[in-house]
Protein backbone atom coordinates (compact mmCIF):
# COMPACT_ATOMS: atom_id res chain seq x y z
CA UNK A 1 0.00 0.00 0.00
CA UNK A 2 0.99 3.57 -0.79
CA UNK A 3 0.84 6.52 1.33
CA UNK A 4 -2.30 8.09 -0.74
CA UNK A 5 -4.35 4.57 -0.27
CA UNK A 6 -3.84 4.52 3.59
CA UNK A 7 -4.80 8.69 3.38
CA UNK A 8 -7.56 7.51 1.95
CA UNK A 9 -8.55 4.77 4.03
CA UNK A 10 -7.82 7.66 6.56
CA UNK A 11 -10.56 9.74 4.63
CA UNK A 12 -13.14 7.55 4.28
CA UNK A 13 -12.84 6.41 8.07
CA UNK A 14 -13.19 9.80 8.95
CA UNK A 15 -16.44 10.60 6.87
CA UNK A 16 -18.06 8.31 8.74
CA UNK A 17 -17.20 9.36 12.04
CA UNK A 18 -19.13 13.19 11.96
CA UNK A 19 -19.30 14.18 15.85
CA UNK A 20 -22.90 14.04 16.62
CA UNK A 21 -24.62 15.59 20.17
CA UNK A 22 -25.95 19.08 21.87
CA UNK A 23 -25.81 21.54 22.15
CA UNK A 24 -25.31 21.62 18.16
CA UNK A 25 -23.36 24.50 18.31
CA UNK A 26 -20.24 22.72 20.28
CA UNK A 27 -20.25 19.34 18.06
CA UNK A 28 -20.49 21.74 14.77
CA UNK A 29 -17.37 24.01 16.01
CA UNK A 30 -15.70 20.26 16.38
CA UNK A 31 -16.61 18.70 13.09
CA UNK A 32 -15.87 22.27 11.13
CA UNK A 33 -12.20 22.27 12.37
CA UNK A 34 -11.58 18.60 11.91
CA UNK A 35 -13.14 18.95 7.96
CA UNK A 36 -10.83 22.10 7.25
CA UNK A 37 -8.44 19.70 5.78
CA UNK A 38 -4.67 19.60 6.16
CA UNK A 39 -2.37 16.73 4.86
CA UNK A 40 -4.14 14.11 7.67
CA UNK A 41 -0.12 13.47 7.66
CA UNK A 42 -0.74 11.92 11.33
CA UNK A 43 -3.41 9.27 10.83
CA UNK A 44 -1.69 8.37 7.31
CA UNK A 45 1.67 7.55 9.76
CA UNK A 46 -0.69 5.67 12.30
CA UNK A 47 -1.77 3.67 9.12
CA UNK A 48 2.01 3.51 7.82
CA UNK A 49 3.02 2.39 10.68
CA UNK A 50 0.71 -0.52 11.08
CA UNK A 51 1.58 -1.70 7.25
CA UNK A 52 5.07 -1.94 7.34
CA UNK A 53 4.84 -4.49 10.07
CA UNK A 54 2.56 -6.33 8.70
CA UNK A 55 -0.78 -5.33 10.51
CA UNK A 56 -4.31 -4.62 8.90
CA UNK A 57 -4.43 -0.95 8.85
CA UNK A 58 -8.09 -0.88 9.19
CA UNK A 59 -7.50 -2.23 12.80
CA UNK A 60 -5.89 0.88 13.66
CA UNK A 61 -8.23 3.35 12.48
CA UNK A 62 -9.07 4.48 16.19
CA UNK A 63 -5.50 5.27 16.73
CA UNK A 64 -5.14 7.25 13.73
CA UNK A 65 -8.80 9.00 14.44
CA UNK A 66 -7.85 9.54 18.02
CA UNK A 67 -4.00 11.15 17.10
CA UNK A 68 -6.07 13.43 14.58
CA UNK A 69 -8.46 14.57 16.63
CA UNK A 70 -5.86 15.38 19.23
CA UNK A 71 -4.58 17.64 16.80
CA UNK A 72 -6.91 19.37 16.06
CA UNK A 73 -7.87 20.20 19.35
CA UNK A 74 -3.90 21.55 19.76
CA UNK A 75 -4.76 23.69 16.62
CA UNK A 76 -8.11 25.06 18.21
CA UNK A 77 -6.82 25.87 21.64
CA UNK A 78 -3.37 27.34 19.76
CA UNK A 79 -5.27 30.18 17.78
CA UNK A 80 -6.99 31.08 20.71
CA UNK A 81 -3.63 31.75 22.31
CA UNK A 82 -2.44 33.02 19.26
CA UNK A 83 -5.22 35.06 18.61
CA UNK A 84 -5.11 33.78 15.33
CA UNK A 85 -7.97 34.96 12.94
CA UNK A 86 -7.30 32.17 9.50
CA UNK A 87 -6.97 28.85 10.19
CA UNK A 88 -6.28 26.72 6.32
CA UNK A 89 -7.53 29.78 4.71
CA UNK A 90 -10.89 29.86 6.79
CA UNK A 91 -12.29 31.52 10.07
CA UNK A 92 -10.67 29.81 13.23
CA UNK A 93 -13.01 28.67 15.64
CA UNK A 94 -13.16 31.32 17.97
CA UNK A 95 -13.79 33.68 15.28
CA UNK A 96 -16.70 32.28 13.89
CA UNK A 97 -18.23 30.54 16.83
CA UNK A 98 -16.83 32.76 20.07
CA UNK A 99 -13.65 32.23 22.69
CA UNK A 100 -15.97 30.45 25.12
CA UNK A 101 -17.07 27.72 22.67
CA UNK A 102 -13.80 27.35 21.28
CA UNK A 103 -12.21 26.16 24.45
CA UNK A 104 -15.16 23.63 25.02
CA UNK A 105 -14.68 22.62 21.80
CA UNK A 106 -11.30 22.02 22.41
CA UNK A 107 -11.46 20.39 25.33
CA UNK A 108 -14.50 17.84 24.03
CA UNK A 109 -11.93 17.07 21.15
CA UNK A 110 -9.52 15.95 23.81
CA UNK A 111 -11.83 13.55 25.60
CA UNK A 112 -12.96 12.56 22.53
CA UNK A 113 -9.37 11.72 21.55
CA UNK A 114 -9.01 9.40 24.47
CA UNK A 115 -12.62 7.96 24.05
CA UNK A 116 -11.27 6.35 20.62
CA UNK A 117 -7.88 5.28 21.80
CA UNK A 118 -10.29 3.55 24.68
CA UNK A 119 -12.30 1.95 21.98
CA UNK A 120 -9.35 0.58 20.16
CA UNK A 121 -8.99 -3.39 20.65
CA UNK A 122 -5.78 -4.80 19.60
CA UNK A 123 -2.20 -4.99 20.62
CA UNK A 124 -0.53 -3.17 23.01
CA UNK A 125 -3.71 -0.89 23.82
CA UNK A 126 -2.40 -0.28 27.44
CA UNK A 127 1.37 0.70 26.19
CA UNK A 128 0.04 3.09 23.29
CA UNK A 129 -2.73 4.78 25.74
CA UNK A 130 0.68 5.59 27.82
CA UNK A 131 2.51 7.11 25.39
CA UNK A 132 -0.54 8.71 23.67
CA UNK A 133 -0.57 10.88 26.99
CA UNK A 134 2.96 11.36 27.43
CA UNK A 135 3.24 12.88 24.00
CA UNK A 136 0.18 15.05 25.06
CA UNK A 137 1.88 16.41 28.17
CA UNK A 138 4.72 17.34 25.75
CA UNK A 139 2.58 19.25 23.24
CA UNK A 140 1.25 21.44 26.71
CA UNK A 141 4.52 21.95 27.18
CA UNK A 142 6.21 22.88 23.61
CA UNK A 143 3.40 25.44 23.10
CA UNK A 144 4.15 27.02 26.77
CA UNK A 145 7.50 27.53 26.36
CA UNK A 146 7.01 28.67 22.34
CA UNK A 147 4.83 31.03 24.23
CA UNK A 148 7.17 31.93 26.73
CA UNK A 149 9.76 32.55 24.42
CA UNK A 150 8.45 35.02 22.14
CA UNK A 151 9.34 37.20 25.49
CA UNK A 152 12.53 35.62 26.41
CA UNK A 153 15.84 37.21 24.76
CA UNK A 154 18.53 35.54 23.32
CA UNK A 155 16.83 31.91 23.12
CA UNK A 156 19.35 29.19 22.29
CA UNK A 157 19.16 27.01 19.34
CA UNK A 158 18.91 24.14 21.74
CA UNK A 159 16.04 25.30 23.18
CA UNK A 160 14.36 26.08 19.94
CA UNK A 161 14.85 22.64 18.51
CA UNK A 162 13.83 21.21 21.68
CA UNK A 163 10.80 23.34 21.64
CA UNK A 164 9.82 22.87 17.79
CA UNK A 165 10.19 18.83 19.04
CA UNK A 166 8.05 18.92 21.36
CA UNK A 167 5.25 21.25 20.02
CA UNK A 168 5.53 19.50 16.68
CA UNK A 169 7.11 16.52 16.18
CA UNK A 170 6.81 14.11 18.89
CA UNK A 171 3.43 13.90 17.89
CA UNK A 172 4.11 12.27 14.35
CA UNK A 173 6.46 10.07 16.48
CA UNK A 174 3.52 8.85 18.49
CA UNK A 175 1.71 8.15 15.18
CA UNK A 176 4.37 6.26 13.93
CA UNK A 177 4.97 4.38 16.98
CA UNK A 178 1.69 3.61 18.09
CA UNK A 179 1.29 2.49 14.34
CA UNK A 180 4.07 0.01 14.87
CA UNK A 181 2.04 -0.94 18.32
CA UNK A 182 -0.58 -1.75 16.95
CA UNK A 183 0.57 -4.31 14.73
CA UNK A 184 2.44 -6.09 17.66
CA UNK A 185 5.58 -5.22 17.19
CA UNK A 186 8.03 -5.02 20.42
CA UNK A 187 8.44 -1.91 22.45
CA UNK A 188 11.69 -1.37 21.51
CA UNK A 189 11.37 -1.77 17.85
CA UNK A 190 8.58 1.04 18.49
CA UNK A 191 11.18 2.89 19.71
CA UNK A 192 12.84 3.16 16.60
CA UNK A 193 9.80 4.45 14.95
CA UNK A 194 9.46 6.71 17.54
CA UNK A 195 12.83 8.76 17.09
CA UNK A 196 12.72 7.91 13.37
CA UNK A 197 9.26 9.99 12.77
CA UNK A 198 10.72 12.82 14.69
CA UNK A 199 13.77 13.19 13.13
CA UNK A 200 11.02 13.30 10.22
CA UNK A 201 9.16 16.13 12.11
CA UNK A 202 12.24 18.38 12.88
CA UNK A 203 13.37 18.54 8.89
CA UNK A 204 9.77 19.00 8.33
CA UNK A 205 9.61 21.77 10.99
CA UNK A 206 12.88 23.59 9.71
CA UNK A 207 11.75 23.45 5.69
CA UNK A 208 8.67 24.90 6.80
CA UNK A 209 10.83 27.34 8.80
CA UNK A 210 13.12 28.02 4.87
CA UNK A 211 9.93 27.73 2.97
CA UNK A 212 8.30 30.45 4.91
CA UNK A 213 10.89 33.22 4.29
CA UNK A 214 12.73 31.95 0.79
CA UNK A 215 9.96 29.75 -0.56
CA UNK A 216 8.71 30.56 -3.79
CA UNK A 217 5.05 32.02 -3.65
CA UNK A 218 3.67 29.54 -6.43
CA UNK A 219 5.35 26.34 -4.73
CA UNK A 220 4.35 27.05 -1.24
CA UNK A 221 0.53 28.37 -1.95
CA UNK A 222 0.64 31.15 0.30
CA UNK A 223 2.73 34.63 0.26
CA UNK A 224 6.52 34.13 1.41
CA UNK A 225 7.65 35.91 4.83
CA UNK A 226 4.51 35.51 7.07
CA UNK A 227 6.49 34.40 9.90
CA UNK A 228 8.82 37.84 9.32
CA UNK A 229 5.56 39.97 9.48
CA UNK A 230 4.23 38.39 12.54
CA UNK A 231 7.33 38.69 13.88
CA UNK A 232 7.87 35.15 14.98
CA UNK A 233 11.04 33.35 16.08
CA UNK A 234 11.45 30.65 13.82
CA UNK A 235 14.99 29.19 13.76
CA UNK A 236 16.49 32.08 11.38
CA UNK A 237 15.53 34.11 14.28
CA UNK A 238 17.33 32.41 16.79
CA UNK A 239 20.09 31.99 14.78
CA UNK A 240 20.23 35.44 13.70
CA UNK A 241 20.15 36.74 16.91
CA UNK A 242 22.97 34.00 17.89
CA UNK A 243 25.68 35.68 14.80
CA UNK A 244 24.29 39.21 15.55
CA UNK A 245 23.78 40.65 18.87
CA UNK A 246 21.98 43.35 16.80
CA UNK A 247 19.72 41.19 15.10
CA UNK A 248 16.21 41.67 17.28
CA UNK A 249 16.98 45.77 16.59
CA UNK A 250 17.17 45.89 13.46
CA UNK A 251 14.66 42.84 12.66
CA UNK A 252 11.70 45.21 14.70
CA UNK A 253 13.29 49.02 13.07
CA UNK A 254 12.73 48.08 8.94
CA UNK A 255 8.77 48.85 9.03
CA UNK A 256 8.32 49.85 5.79
CA UNK A 257 6.49 47.80 2.84
CA UNK A 258 9.61 45.94 1.82
CA UNK A 259 10.32 45.06 5.82
CA UNK A 260 10.17 41.06 4.39
CA UNK A 261 12.87 41.90 1.53
CA UNK A 262 15.07 43.82 3.32
CA UNK A 263 15.37 41.18 6.36
CA UNK A 264 15.50 38.34 4.02
CA UNK A 265 18.10 40.13 2.22
CA UNK A 266 20.04 40.33 5.43
CA UNK A 267 19.36 36.62 6.43
CA UNK A 268 20.89 35.54 3.01
CA UNK A 269 23.56 38.12 3.61
CA UNK A 270 24.30 35.86 6.74
CA UNK A 271 23.85 32.80 4.61
CA UNK A 272 21.28 32.31 7.15
CA UNK A 273 19.20 30.29 3.70
CA UNK A 274 22.07 27.47 3.37
CA UNK A 275 22.75 27.35 7.22
CA UNK A 276 18.82 26.56 7.69
CA UNK A 277 18.65 23.89 4.41
CA UNK A 278 21.61 21.72 6.07
CA UNK A 279 20.32 21.76 9.57
CA UNK A 280 17.18 19.97 7.92
CA UNK A 281 19.56 17.97 6.29
CA UNK A 282 20.92 16.76 9.12
CA UNK A 283 17.51 15.27 10.48
CA UNK A 284 16.99 14.26 7.14
CA UNK A 285 19.95 12.05 7.03
CA UNK A 286 19.25 10.57 10.75
CA UNK A 287 15.68 9.89 9.62
CA UNK A 288 17.47 7.82 6.23
CA UNK A 289 19.92 6.10 8.91
CA UNK A 290 16.98 5.07 11.06
CA UNK A 291 14.93 4.14 7.70
CA UNK A 292 18.13 1.53 7.10
CA UNK A 293 17.94 0.48 10.59
CA UNK A 294 14.51 -0.39 10.50
CA UNK A 295 14.76 -2.20 6.81
CA UNK A 296 17.56 -4.45 8.92
CA UNK A 297 15.03 -5.26 11.50
CA UNK A 298 13.15 -7.14 8.82
CA UNK A 299 10.15 -4.77 8.24
CA UNK A 300 9.52 -3.05 4.99
CA UNK A 301 10.25 0.60 4.72
CA UNK A 302 9.44 1.68 1.03
CA UNK A 303 6.93 4.24 3.16
CA UNK A 304 8.80 5.74 5.10
CA UNK A 305 11.10 6.49 2.12
CA UNK A 306 7.64 8.13 0.51
CA UNK A 307 6.32 10.05 2.97
CA UNK A 308 9.88 11.65 4.00
CA UNK A 309 10.08 12.81 0.52
CA UNK A 310 6.33 14.26 0.40
CA UNK A 311 7.18 15.85 3.14
CA UNK A 312 10.28 17.23 2.37
CA UNK A 313 9.08 17.52 -0.83
CA UNK A 314 7.80 21.03 -1.12
CA UNK A 315 11.89 22.75 -1.36
CA UNK A 316 11.69 25.75 -3.17
CA UNK B 1 -14.30 5.39 58.17
CA UNK B 2 -16.28 8.37 58.58
CA UNK B 3 -16.32 11.15 56.14
CA UNK B 4 -13.54 12.95 57.59
CA UNK B 5 -11.14 10.03 57.60
CA UNK B 6 -11.80 9.20 54.03
CA UNK B 7 -11.08 13.55 53.28
CA UNK B 8 -7.59 13.18 55.09
CA UNK B 9 -6.98 9.89 53.49
CA UNK B 10 -7.15 11.45 49.95
CA UNK B 11 -5.33 15.34 51.30
CA UNK B 12 -2.56 12.91 52.61
CA UNK B 13 -2.04 11.92 49.15
CA UNK B 14 -2.35 14.78 47.12
CA UNK B 15 0.16 16.07 49.47
CA UNK B 16 2.24 13.83 48.44
CA UNK B 17 1.38 14.36 44.44
CA UNK B 18 2.78 17.74 43.53
CA UNK B 19 3.17 18.18 39.82
CA UNK B 20 6.81 18.55 38.49
CA UNK B 21 7.86 19.59 35.66
CA UNK B 22 8.95 22.71 33.04
CA UNK B 23 8.17 25.25 32.01
CA UNK B 24 7.59 25.99 35.66
CA UNK B 25 4.82 28.45 35.20
CA UNK B 26 2.67 25.59 33.41
CA UNK B 27 3.42 23.50 36.43
CA UNK B 28 3.04 26.08 39.29
CA UNK B 29 -0.38 26.86 37.64
CA UNK B 30 -1.71 23.31 38.19
CA UNK B 31 -0.47 23.00 41.57
CA UNK B 32 -1.76 26.55 42.84
CA UNK B 33 -5.34 25.86 41.87
CA UNK B 34 -4.95 22.21 42.92
CA UNK B 35 -3.90 23.76 46.56
CA UNK B 36 -6.67 26.15 46.46
CA UNK B 37 -8.58 23.85 48.32
CA UNK B 38 -12.37 23.21 48.60
CA UNK B 39 -14.09 20.45 50.02
CA UNK B 40 -12.56 17.58 48.29
CA UNK B 41 -15.78 15.88 47.87
CA UNK B 42 -15.47 14.13 44.79
CA UNK B 43 -12.51 12.67 46.03
CA UNK B 44 -13.92 11.73 48.92
CA UNK B 45 -17.02 9.90 46.97
CA UNK B 46 -14.86 7.81 45.40
CA UNK B 47 -13.28 6.82 48.60
CA UNK B 48 -16.57 6.50 50.09
CA UNK B 49 -17.99 4.03 47.39
CA UNK B 50 -14.87 2.11 47.68
CA UNK B 51 -15.31 1.74 51.20
CA UNK B 52 -18.93 1.05 51.50
CA UNK B 53 -18.30 -2.05 49.40
CA UNK B 54 -15.78 -3.31 51.23
CA UNK B 55 -13.05 -2.34 49.26
CA UNK B 56 -9.15 -1.11 50.19
CA UNK B 57 -9.98 2.87 49.51
CA UNK B 58 -6.18 2.92 49.31
CA UNK B 59 -6.08 1.38 45.68
CA UNK B 60 -9.10 4.05 44.71
CA UNK B 61 -6.98 6.79 45.47
CA UNK B 62 -5.47 7.32 41.89
CA UNK B 63 -9.40 7.33 40.65
CA UNK B 64 -10.03 9.73 43.48
CA UNK B 65 -6.93 12.22 42.33
CA UNK B 66 -8.43 11.60 38.46
CA UNK B 67 -11.83 13.40 39.34
CA UNK B 68 -10.06 15.86 41.56
CA UNK B 69 -7.50 16.85 38.93
CA UNK B 70 -10.51 16.84 36.46
CA UNK B 71 -12.89 18.81 38.42
CA UNK B 72 -9.79 21.70 38.62
CA UNK B 73 -9.72 21.55 34.87
CA UNK B 74 -13.24 22.18 34.45
CA UNK B 75 -13.04 25.38 37.20
CA UNK B 76 -9.78 26.87 35.61
CA UNK B 77 -11.38 26.71 31.81
CA UNK B 78 -14.95 27.67 33.65
CA UNK B 79 -13.39 31.04 34.91
CA UNK B 80 -12.04 31.85 31.78
CA UNK B 81 -15.34 31.59 30.10
CA UNK B 82 -16.81 33.35 32.68
CA UNK B 83 -14.18 36.12 33.46
CA UNK B 84 -14.31 35.04 36.90
CA UNK B 85 -11.55 37.20 39.03
CA UNK B 86 -11.85 35.54 42.02
CA UNK B 87 -11.51 31.83 43.13
CA UNK B 88 -11.81 30.39 47.28
CA UNK B 89 -11.18 33.76 47.46
CA UNK B 90 -7.82 34.20 45.60
CA UNK B 91 -7.23 35.01 42.08
CA UNK B 92 -8.42 32.66 39.33
CA UNK B 93 -5.42 30.86 37.16
CA UNK B 94 -5.60 33.11 34.20
CA UNK B 95 -5.96 36.81 35.89
CA UNK B 96 -2.95 35.14 38.17
CA UNK B 97 -0.95 34.11 35.36
CA UNK B 98 -2.75 34.70 31.64
CA UNK B 99 -4.99 33.48 29.55
CA UNK B 100 -3.18 31.55 27.60
CA UNK B 101 -1.37 29.56 30.52
CA UNK B 102 -4.73 29.30 32.01
CA UNK B 103 -5.72 27.47 28.59
CA UNK B 104 -2.94 25.24 28.73
CA UNK B 105 -2.86 24.39 32.09
CA UNK B 106 -6.23 23.43 32.13
CA UNK B 107 -5.20 21.37 28.84
CA UNK B 108 -2.66 19.54 30.75
CA UNK B 109 -4.53 19.08 34.14
CA UNK B 110 -7.23 17.10 31.97
CA UNK B 111 -4.46 15.10 30.22
CA UNK B 112 -2.98 14.58 34.15
CA UNK B 113 -6.63 13.40 34.92
CA UNK B 114 -6.39 10.42 32.50
CA UNK B 115 -2.48 9.56 33.37
CA UNK B 116 -3.82 8.67 37.13
CA UNK B 117 -6.63 6.74 35.58
CA UNK B 118 -4.49 4.92 33.37
CA UNK B 119 -2.00 4.04 36.82
CA UNK B 120 -5.42 2.70 38.10
CA UNK B 121 -4.78 -1.12 38.92
CA UNK B 122 -7.28 -2.84 39.87
CA UNK B 123 -10.96 -3.87 38.91
CA UNK B 124 -12.87 -2.82 36.12
CA UNK B 125 -10.87 -0.33 34.94
CA UNK B 126 -12.30 -0.54 31.12
CA UNK B 127 -15.24 0.53 32.27
CA UNK B 128 -14.21 3.30 34.88
CA UNK B 129 -11.99 4.79 32.02
CA UNK B 130 -15.59 4.57 29.54
CA UNK B 131 -17.30 6.42 32.82
CA UNK B 132 -15.05 8.49 33.37
CA UNK B 133 -15.16 9.65 29.70
CA UNK B 134 -18.93 9.85 29.18
CA UNK B 135 -19.11 11.88 32.09
CA UNK B 136 -16.64 14.65 31.15
CA UNK B 137 -18.06 14.76 27.54
CA UNK B 138 -21.40 15.54 29.62
CA UNK B 139 -19.43 18.25 31.77
CA UNK B 140 -18.33 20.16 28.52
CA UNK B 141 -22.27 19.96 27.12
CA UNK B 142 -23.44 21.23 30.66
CA UNK B 143 -21.10 23.99 30.25
CA UNK B 144 -21.60 25.17 26.72
CA UNK B 145 -25.75 25.05 27.48
CA UNK B 146 -25.16 27.34 30.54
CA UNK B 147 -23.39 29.80 28.29
CA UNK B 148 -26.24 29.75 25.56
CA UNK B 149 -28.79 30.28 28.52
CA UNK B 150 -27.68 33.25 29.17
CA UNK B 151 -28.71 34.52 26.05
CA UNK B 152 -31.90 32.32 26.19
CA UNK B 153 -35.52 33.69 26.55
CA UNK B 154 -37.67 31.57 28.48
CA UNK B 155 -35.44 28.50 29.65
CA UNK B 156 -37.41 25.90 30.49
CA UNK B 157 -37.18 24.37 34.07
CA UNK B 158 -36.71 20.91 32.61
CA UNK B 159 -33.94 21.96 30.38
CA UNK B 160 -32.49 24.07 33.57
CA UNK B 161 -32.69 21.04 35.86
CA UNK B 162 -30.81 18.84 32.89
CA UNK B 163 -28.20 21.34 32.34
CA UNK B 164 -27.56 21.48 36.06
CA UNK B 165 -27.51 17.83 36.31
CA UNK B 166 -24.95 17.63 33.40
CA UNK B 167 -23.14 20.61 34.59
CA UNK B 168 -22.42 19.73 38.07
CA UNK B 169 -24.01 16.53 39.51
CA UNK B 170 -22.80 13.78 37.02
CA UNK B 171 -19.35 13.93 38.40
CA UNK B 172 -20.69 13.44 42.21
CA UNK B 173 -22.49 10.29 40.07
CA UNK B 174 -19.17 9.39 38.02
CA UNK B 175 -16.89 9.71 41.36
CA UNK B 176 -19.24 7.30 43.83
CA UNK B 177 -19.66 4.85 41.28
CA UNK B 178 -16.00 4.20 39.97
CA UNK B 179 -15.71 3.96 43.67
CA UNK B 180 -17.72 1.21 43.92
CA UNK B 181 -16.39 -0.32 41.12
CA UNK B 182 -12.80 -0.06 42.43
CA UNK B 183 -14.26 -2.08 44.69
CA UNK B 184 -15.46 -4.95 42.61
CA UNK B 185 -19.09 -4.08 42.38
CA UNK B 186 -20.99 -5.10 39.62
CA UNK B 187 -22.05 -2.69 36.91
CA UNK B 188 -25.93 -2.80 37.92
CA UNK B 189 -25.17 -1.80 41.46
CA UNK B 190 -22.89 0.65 40.26
CA UNK B 191 -24.99 2.21 38.50
CA UNK B 192 -27.60 2.94 42.03
CA UNK B 193 -24.77 4.57 43.40
CA UNK B 194 -24.46 6.83 39.71
CA UNK B 195 -27.99 7.74 40.09
CA UNK B 196 -28.11 7.95 44.08
CA UNK B 197 -24.95 10.56 43.96
CA UNK B 198 -26.77 12.47 41.22
CA UNK B 199 -29.76 13.21 43.24
CA UNK B 200 -27.10 14.33 46.20
CA UNK B 201 -25.76 16.50 43.59
CA UNK B 202 -28.94 18.18 42.15
CA UNK B 203 -30.02 18.86 46.02
CA UNK B 204 -26.72 20.07 46.82
CA UNK B 205 -27.10 22.59 44.17
CA UNK B 206 -30.51 24.34 44.45
CA UNK B 207 -29.53 24.13 47.79
CA UNK B 208 -26.73 26.59 46.37
CA UNK B 209 -29.17 28.31 44.98
CA UNK B 210 -31.26 29.25 47.90
CA UNK B 211 -28.49 30.10 50.05
CA UNK B 212 -26.84 32.58 47.49
CA UNK B 213 -30.58 34.38 47.40
CA UNK B 214 -31.85 33.84 51.29
CA UNK B 215 -28.93 32.46 53.04
CA UNK B 216 -27.69 34.04 56.36
CA UNK B 217 -24.32 35.68 55.64
CA UNK B 218 -22.95 34.27 58.80
CA UNK B 219 -23.71 30.88 57.62
CA UNK B 220 -22.88 30.54 54.26
CA UNK B 221 -19.38 32.44 54.75
CA UNK B 222 -20.22 35.34 51.91
CA UNK B 223 -22.34 37.81 51.45
CA UNK B 224 -25.96 36.68 49.86
CA UNK B 225 -27.20 37.85 46.41
CA UNK B 226 -24.66 36.97 44.45
CA UNK B 227 -25.90 35.24 41.47
CA UNK B 228 -28.76 38.01 41.16
CA UNK B 229 -26.11 40.82 40.87
CA UNK B 230 -23.99 38.81 38.34
CA UNK B 231 -27.82 37.96 36.60
CA UNK B 232 -27.09 34.64 37.15
CA UNK B 233 -30.10 31.85 35.58
CA UNK B 234 -30.61 29.81 38.70
CA UNK B 235 -33.36 27.82 39.13
CA UNK B 236 -35.20 30.91 41.10
CA UNK B 237 -34.83 33.19 38.00
CA UNK B 238 -36.15 30.11 35.56
CA UNK B 239 -39.04 29.45 37.89
CA UNK B 240 -39.73 33.64 38.09
CA UNK B 241 -39.79 33.89 35.00
CA UNK B 242 -42.25 30.27 34.35
CA UNK B 243 -44.37 32.81 36.87
CA UNK B 244 -44.15 35.84 35.88
CA UNK B 245 -43.44 36.83 32.47
CA UNK B 246 -42.28 40.30 33.54
CA UNK B 247 -39.51 38.49 35.56
CA UNK B 248 -37.23 40.01 33.03
CA UNK B 249 -38.29 43.66 32.91
CA UNK B 250 -38.15 43.88 36.17
CA UNK B 251 -34.88 41.51 37.27
CA UNK B 252 -33.26 44.21 35.06
CA UNK B 253 -34.65 47.57 35.94
CA UNK B 254 -33.69 47.41 39.23
CA UNK B 255 -30.55 48.91 39.32
CA UNK B 256 -30.66 50.76 43.03
CA UNK B 257 -28.59 50.58 45.69
CA UNK B 258 -30.97 48.04 47.51
CA UNK B 259 -31.53 45.51 44.30
CA UNK B 260 -30.63 42.51 46.07
CA UNK B 261 -33.14 43.22 48.28
CA UNK B 262 -36.19 44.00 46.52
CA UNK B 263 -35.74 40.89 43.59
CA UNK B 264 -35.46 39.00 47.12
CA UNK B 265 -38.32 40.36 48.35
CA UNK B 266 -40.38 40.06 44.68
CA UNK B 267 -39.26 36.18 44.79
CA UNK B 268 -40.72 35.85 48.68
CA UNK B 269 -43.81 37.38 48.07
CA UNK B 270 -43.89 34.90 45.09
CA UNK B 271 -43.20 31.85 47.30
CA UNK B 272 -39.92 31.02 45.64
CA UNK B 273 -37.85 30.61 48.62
CA UNK B 274 -40.30 27.81 49.75
CA UNK B 275 -40.84 26.17 46.27
CA UNK B 276 -36.79 25.54 45.90
CA UNK B 277 -36.67 24.64 49.31
CA UNK B 278 -39.58 21.61 48.37
CA UNK B 279 -37.48 20.73 44.96
CA UNK B 280 -34.43 20.33 47.33
CA UNK B 281 -36.12 18.12 49.32
CA UNK B 282 -37.82 16.07 46.42
CA UNK B 283 -33.97 15.17 45.62
CA UNK B 284 -32.92 14.31 49.14
CA UNK B 285 -36.18 11.52 49.32
CA UNK B 286 -35.03 10.36 46.03
CA UNK B 287 -31.43 9.60 47.11
CA UNK B 288 -32.81 8.80 50.65
CA UNK B 289 -35.53 6.03 49.02
CA UNK B 290 -31.87 5.38 46.76
CA UNK B 291 -29.82 4.46 50.34
CA UNK B 292 -32.34 2.41 51.35
CA UNK B 293 -32.05 0.01 47.63
CA UNK B 294 -28.29 0.68 48.64
CA UNK B 295 -29.08 -1.02 52.15
CA UNK B 296 -31.00 -4.02 51.22
CA UNK B 297 -28.37 -5.28 48.42
CA UNK B 298 -26.21 -5.73 51.55
CA UNK B 299 -23.70 -2.73 51.16
CA UNK B 300 -22.92 -0.10 54.52
CA UNK B 301 -24.71 2.82 53.98
CA UNK B 302 -23.84 5.23 56.87
CA UNK B 303 -21.22 7.23 55.12
CA UNK B 304 -23.99 8.18 52.26
CA UNK B 305 -26.37 9.50 55.17
CA UNK B 306 -23.28 11.56 56.24
CA UNK B 307 -22.67 12.76 52.95
CA UNK B 308 -26.01 13.69 52.30
CA UNK B 309 -26.49 15.65 55.92
CA UNK B 310 -22.84 17.27 54.86
CA UNK B 311 -23.93 18.50 51.43
CA UNK B 312 -27.79 20.09 52.82
CA UNK B 313 -26.31 20.93 56.19
CA UNK B 314 -25.86 24.64 55.08
CA UNK B 315 -29.15 24.77 55.42
CA UNK B 316 -29.99 29.06 56.47
Redesign the interface.
Known amino acids: MQLNALTQLYLDFLKSETFI ?3 T ?2 YDSMNYIMSLGGKRIRPALVLAGNHMAAGTPNSALPIAHAIEIFHNFSLV ?1 DD ?2 DAALVRRGNPTVHVKWN ?3 A ?2 S ?3 L ?3 A ?2 YL ?1 NYDGPNK ?1 LI ?2 IF ?1 DT ?2 KI ?2 G ?3 D ?2 FAYTPAVSEENYLLMIQYKTAVLLGCALQCGGLSAGISKEHSHLLYELAIDIGMQFQLMDDYLDAFGEEFLIGKKSGGDIIEGKKTWLYIKSEELDKNTESWFNSYLGDDRVTVIKQHWLSMGLDKMILQKAEHYKLRAENKIMSWEQLGYSSEILTEILDFLSGRKA
Do not use: R
Open positions: GTPTLHIMEPTILGDNLIFYKLDLSSAVCEQQWME
